[in-house]
């Protein structure tokens, strides 16, 4: 293979490459338009940032924005002519090929091509921090996720909450948040009472309590706890008086049921900074400190021997118990305490995410954050999330072998593997149910969304193996001018667009923004790839700057699909 020396341009551009750019670009056309008196504007009335978006039609150029249309009526004047000023400061501004004033006034930007496959450059020297920000920069937010009871094996709801929680987790801290993945341990209560009972009456040989937990785990759980007394030459918890052995099975049995769950959680790639225990606000006196915080407030009354908060006049539909009649703490009064912990560790804002059935929960948990004198939906945030339904040769799956009446995370992976699974469970917003067909997450073909994705990765790691067989060093030089065809364009567009999507999908938090990106960057990779067959030089032709510079847009596509991925937690495979 003869390598042609490479009399390719490798200076970097200063016109507009990303849409942040083309966006500062605008901008300061708006105020250079402002400052000549071509727009009736007070300075203070401009808009910190100027958005721009890929226009749904080619023909309307790469870059829209509908800025014009926003200022008119501050302006005094008709949309059209404040974007005509605006495109008027605009003409002639280097890697601008042509601006043009549409409809009622929308701005149609269309970038040279030089300047347009400099993003290409742009996005391979920022690597994996390409598509981060600071736009929440210095935010500590505390995020909940997942909080099952430790009373048995994680069912497909909880599974879908940790895959859609770290991917938001990921999307906060991609935006420069500092960001504490939480589970708050449900060791207080009922329910671990009924899991106690369940235990020591399969350990007896005998059926669980009719309000109790059955399936085959309660029976291999009850079983190892005798095992390890045995081991450890402790007195077996089947030779104690029962009321003590149950206190055994529950020290024991919630000990490994929240072992195993950590261990799978781990498993599908999410760890918690903190697992908080519900017993500790009990037992440390913070229920009592906040609800002493709420009567200096002014917003505890007492009534028919009980203590509650007035959360009515805070939207809620009734006051709640917080202390009941008999001195016992009522379950909100946990949730007072607990959300008071939060902000006294110094979290700015709270975010909790929560099961359908937590709906009607929603009121009077912002009330309880306004009667504590903060911003509910801002220092406080609830989310939640639908029903998830699997489905296996067409037919619903039932129950999981071994929890017996439940789905469970095990279902879901060892049919499909984490990736498949993972990226399945975020590509949907969290307030839709979902049915997800297990045959077809397992079929390595484009019907798959997760292997069209991958697969579109996997391609792009075997052009730059097979370039550097051939001796295609991206170092060698880099034209962007020579990435002019249609189908480069509306590749560059997709992978300028990443930042905006990252962006967006962490404020509205809403991580299936990310999937369906990849899935429309995949489209249009392999699209490109499709048009142009040859990227690479084939049998003894030389090696021109085409090549390098597709290359350069090959690792740009390989990268922003990688950081994609990661942002979602799945894999990017070299090979498939």
């Not at 006294?344 to 804002?349: I, L, P, Q, S, T």
């Not at 954050?369 to 296996?392: R, S, T």
């Amino acid at each position: 293979m003869q390598t042609a020396s490479s009399s390719c341009r490798t200076a970097r551009y200063s016109e507009p490459v990303t849409p942040a750019e083309l966006s500062a670009a605008l901008r300061a056309a708006l105020e250079a338009a402002v400052a000549a008196g071509a727009v009736s504007l007070d300075p203070a009335d401009l808009p910190e940032t100027v958005h721009v978006e890929r226009p749904r039609q080619r023909e309307h150029g790469d870059w829209a924005t509908n800025v014009a249309l926003q200022l008119a009526k501050k302006a005094g004047t008709a949309p059209r002519a404040v974007a005509e000023a605006i495109a008027a400061q605009l003409a002639g501004m280097p890697g601008v090929a042509k601006v043009d004033v549409a409809g009622p006034g929308f701005l149609n930007i269309t970038l040279e091509a030089a300047a347009a496959g400099e993003l290409a450059r742009t996005i391979v020297e920022a690597g994996e921090a390409y598509g981060s920000s600071s736009s929440i920069a210095g935010e500590k937010i505390n995020l909940e996720f997942v909080s099952a009871n430790p009373t048995g094996p994680l069912h497909i709801g909880g599974v879908r909450w940790a895959a859609v929680g770290d991917a938001l987790a990921r999307l906060l801290q991609a935006c420069g948040a500092e960001v504490t993945r939480e589970y708050y341990f449900n060791d207080h209560g009922a329910q671990i009472d009924r899991f106690a009972r369940s235990l020591l009456a399969r350990a007896k040989g005998e059926e669980a309590p009719e309000d109790g937990y059955g399936g085959q785990y309660i029976e291999d759980i009850a079983q190892q706890v005798i095992a390890d007394a045995e081991a450890a030459g402790e007195p077996t918890p089947l030779s104690l008086p029962d009321e003590e052995a149950q206190e055994v099975f529950r020290a024991r049995g919630v000990e490994l049921m929240f072992g195993e769950i950590k261990q799978k959680l781990h498993g599908f790639r999410v760890d918690f900074d903190v697992y908080f225990h519900e017993d500790s606000v009990h037992e440390s006196g913070a229920v009592e400190r906040a609800v002493e915080r709420l009567r200096e407030l002014g917003h505890i009354f007492e009534e028919g021997g009980a203590v509650w908060l007035r959360t009515t006049a805070f939207g809620d539909d009734k006051d709640r118990v917080i202390i009941k009649s008999d001195g016992e703490a009522a379950y909100f009064a946990g949730d007072l305490a607990y959300y008071l912990n939060k902000r006294e560790r110094g979290f700015d804002r709270a975010i909790i995410m929560l099961g359908a059935d937590h709906h009607g929960y929603v009121g009077r948990m912002m009330a309880m954050c306004a009667a504590f004198g903060d911003e509910p939906w801002k220092n406080l945030e609830i989310l939640i999330g639908q029903m998830v339904n699997l489905l296996k040769d067409g037919e619903p799956v039932r129950m999981s072998k071994r929890a017996g009446t439940i789905v469970t995370m095990d279902d879901l992976v060892d049919a499909v593997g984490v990736d498949a699974a993972r990226y399945a469970l975020t590509r949907s917003s969290v307030d839709q149910s979902i049915d997800l067909d297990l045959d077809l997450l397992a079929k390595r073909s484009n019907d798959n969304p997760v292997f069209y994705v991958q697969y579109a990765h996997a391609r792009t790691a075997g052009v730059a193996r097979n370039a550097a067989e051939m001796g295609v060093r991206r170092e060698d030089g880099f034209d962007p001018s020579l990435l002019d065809h249609e189908t480069e364009s509306v590749l560059l567009g997709k992978l300028g667009d990443f930042g905006r999507v990252v962006e967006q999908a962490a404020t509205l938090r809403e991580p299936h923004r990310v999937a369906r990106y990849l899935e429309d960057l995949a489209g249009a990779f392999h699209k490109w790839y499709d048009a142009k067959r040859y990227v690479l030089p084939q049998g003894d032709k030389e090696v021109t700057d085409v090549h390098r510079s597709r290359l350069w847009l090959v690792e740009a596509t390989r990268q922003v699909l990688a950081n994609g991925l990661g942002l979602l937690g799945v894999s990017a495979p070299e090979r498939m």
